[in-house]
């Protein structure tokens, strides 16, 4: 049981690059979502996710596409990349909506330069 | 905006002291959660205390919720060095079936040995 699982660790793109940042989970979760945590600005969430084929947007949404085609995986696509999406981003999963603990990967660190 | 903000931003103590940190949040929730973040990591979920109830307790943990106020505190009781982490509050607030979870800004607590 992995958990929750983040790809890759660390990138580093140029400005104007597109990337997809992986995110999957083994425990048959619905909830999923996309942070991203800045200094002094704590979690801000970006999209998130109640089940297959539903999405929705969070606080900071300009930038990102996501999309949700199967329970175990909630991809987060950065169409454009521009230096202020420099940050590190987490992936989070739920249970549902009785059980609201999240389960966080370990994060990707992303420099656009 | 974020719904919870912690305080005090960081605080520092010697080992064997208590450590008690503040969540003020500004909208009617379900529940709140304490995360732990050890740095470079994701978040740990550490206790939930829901709105129906005003204290909980887990080991070395205790929170309470006065919804009247709108906030939270987490009391850590005779820390240890491990404990040196930032500890996060998150709301979770529900829009007909589904639930947002929002975090803040974050508590930085370092342990001194």
């Known amino acids: 049981n992995a958990g929750v699982t983040q790809t890759p660790k660390f990138q580093v793109l140029k400005t104007g690059q597109s990337m997809t940042l992986q995110c999957a989970q083994d425990?048959?979760?619905?909830?999923m979502s996309w942070y991203r945590q800045d200094p002094g600005m704590g979690l801000r969430l970006i999209h998130y996710?109640?089940?297959?084929?539903?999405?929705d947007q969070g606080e900071v949404p300009n930038g990102y596409n996501v999309s949700r085609s199967t329970t175990e995986d909630f991809p987060l696509r950065l169409l454009s990349a521009a230096p202020s999406q420099t940050s590190v981003y987490f992936c989070?999963?739920?249970?549902?909506?009785?059980?609201?603990?999240?389960?966080f990967g370990q994060g990707t660190r992303l420099t656009v330069v | 905006s974020q719904q919870g903000e912690e305080d005090p931003q960081a605080l520092s103590i010697q080992e064997g002291e208590n450590a008690t940190m503040n969540c003020s949040y500004k909208?009617?929730?379900?529940?709140l959660q304490w995360y732990r973040q050890n740095s470079g990591r994701g978040l740990v979920h550490l206790i939930l205390?829901?709105?129906?109830?005003r204290e909980k307790h887990s080991g070395r943990l205790r929170v309470t919720l006065d919804t009247s106020k709108k906030s939270s505190s987490l009391l850590i009781t005779a820390s240890r060095a491990a404990d040196t982490a930032s500890y996060f509050c998150?709301?979770?607030?529900?829009?007909?079936?589904?639930?947002?979870?929002?975090f803040g800004k974050g508590t930085l607590l370092t342990v001194n040995p």
């Open positions: 998150a709301t979770a607030t529900s829009g007909g079936s589904n639930y947002k979870l929002t």
């Open positions: 989070a999963s739920r249970p549902g909506a009785t059980r609201t603990e999240a389960f």
């Open positions: 909208t009617s929730i379900n529940n």
């Open positions: 996710s109640v089940g297959a084929g539903i999405t």
């Open positions: 425990m048959n979760h619905e909830y």
């Open positions: 205390i829901r709105s129906n109830e």
